[in-house]
């Protein structure tokens, strides 16, 4: 497991990663069961950040890009079979089509003025504000300072 969060509604959410057998990589628990949820194909691609923002929206961090989902999107069946579903067309994926600068998320966090932070493996760090993104790089040719060596 990569990322597990607990929602302001008590549910807990539990990413993965490859090296878990074939199914699902994304699963909630509810009334004591752990359940697979299927959502859109970039939810089963090692979810490995997952933030709740104020609205009760869920953002999941993968490989194949940043995932939002409304928080009516869910559906869960808890009988002794049971799996949890997202309505795709409750769910917008976010990925360097959109100005995400990798689809490789490492983290989700927001500031106190409402910016989504989202962190990714070799891109940077993205700030997404009114619906655009912004990249912040380190380096010679990034516009995040460089603190101590590197």
Same mark, same amino acid.
């Given at each position: 497991?990569?990322?597990?969060?607990?929602?302001?509604?008590?549910?807990?959410?539990?990413?993965?990663?490859?090296?878990?057998?074939?199914?699902?990589?994304?699963?909630?628990?509810?009334?004591?069961?752990?359940?697979?949820v299927y959502a859109p194909a970039a939810l089963n691609r090692d979810p490995s950040a997952i933030y709740q923002d104020p609205q009760g929206r869920l953002w999941?961090?993968?490989?194949? #890009? $940043?995932?939002? +989902? !409304? /928080?009516? =999107?869910?559906? *869960?069946? &808890?009988?002794?079979? #049971? $799996?949890?579903? +997202? !309505? /795709?067309? =409750?769910?917008? *994926?976010? &990925?360097?089509?959109? #100005? $995400?600068?990798?689809? !490789?998320?490492? =983290?989700?966090?927001?500031?106190?003025?409402?910016?989504?932070?989202?962190?990714?493996?070799?891109?940077?760090?993205?700030?997404?504000?009114?619906?655009?993104?912004?990249?912040?790089?380190?380096?010679?040719?990034?516009?995040?300072?460089?603190?101590?060596?590197?």
């Amino acid at each position: 497991m990569q990322t597990v969060f607990d929602d302001t509604e008590g549910h807990l959410w539990v990413g993965g990663s490859s090296t878990i057998p074939e199914g699902a990589r994304f699963y909630t628990m509810r009334e004591g069961l752990i359940l697979p949820v299927y959502a859109p194909a970039a939810l089963n691609r090692d979810p490995s950040a997952i933030y709740q923002d104020p609205q009760g929206r869920l953002w999941i961090g993968t490989q194949g #890009g $940043l995932i939002c +989902c !409304s /928080n009516d =999107a869910w559906q *869960v069946n &808890t009988n002794p079979a #049971g $799996l949890a579903w +997202c !309505s /795709n067309s =409750a769910c917008k *994926v976010y &990925t360097t089509r959109d #100005g $995400l600068s990798s689809d !490789s998320i490492r =983290a989700i966090a927001a500031d106190r003025t409402g910016n989504l932070w989202i962190g990714t493996e070799r891109g940077g760090l993205n700030r997404l504000r009114d619906g655009q993104f912004t990249v912040f790089r380190k380096g010679a040719e990034g516009n995040l300072p460089v603190c101590g060596p590197g």
